[in-house]
């Protein structure tokens, strides 16, 4: 009954699905960037942010792992920032549902940080869309000394749209 009840929830959620906003997106790459994605093998929204990657112009490594946490720890991934998917990309710690513009922004501007990260799984990043509902976030830059500072702040307008603010270098 569970697995109908699911079912009958995606079936229905699809729509929303594909009209996100993140579906569409300012990035252009000129050839595809390789990304290393480790994640549970059972997580579905991880399967749904590689996906977003891929239609964003990455080539997407899967490495679907029973022991995530050895990765983010392997990583530097401070236990403050952990998600449910932990990415590398151009040696950059990617962690948790982070909009393709700001990979980016990142790999342009190339900061002296271990990565960047969107802390546990808020509602309305890519791959985490659930129908009308979204959260405000922030995408965290982190360094192997614990510190931490907005890269992007992501809050909604009045239509329910995300608008981006970032702290440029």
């Not at 942010?49 to 392997?74: M, Q, R, S």
Request: glycine letters at 6%; aromatic letters at 8%; hydrophobic letters at 40%.
């Amino acid at each position: 009954m569970k697995n109908i009840l699911f079912v009958l929830f995606c079936l229905l959620a699809l729509p929303a699905f594909a009209d996100s906003e993140w579906a569409a997106s300012d990035l252009h790459l000129d050839k595809p960037l390789d990304i290393t994605v480790y994640r549970d093998p059972g997580c579905q929204c991880c399967h749904k942010w590689i996906t977003y990657l891929e239609n964003h112009g990455f080539h997407v490594i899967d490495k679907p792992t029973h022991n995530l946490d050895a990765v983010k720890e392997k990583l530097g991934v401070p236990s403050a920032m952990h998600s449910c998917h932990t990415a590398v990309v151009d040696g950059y710690v990617i962690e948790g549902h982070v909009p393709a513009n700001d990979i980016l922004r990142l790999l342009t501007q190339k900061p002296d940080v271990t990565g960047i990260a969107v802390p546990q799984m808020p509602v309305g990043t890519p791959g985490m869309e659930m129908g009308p509902r979204k959260d405000n976030f922030a995408v965290v830059e982190f360094n192997q000394h614990q510190q931490y500072k907005i890269f992007t702040a992501y809050q909604l307008d009045q239509n329910q749209h995300y608008q981006a603010s970032t702290t440029e270098k």
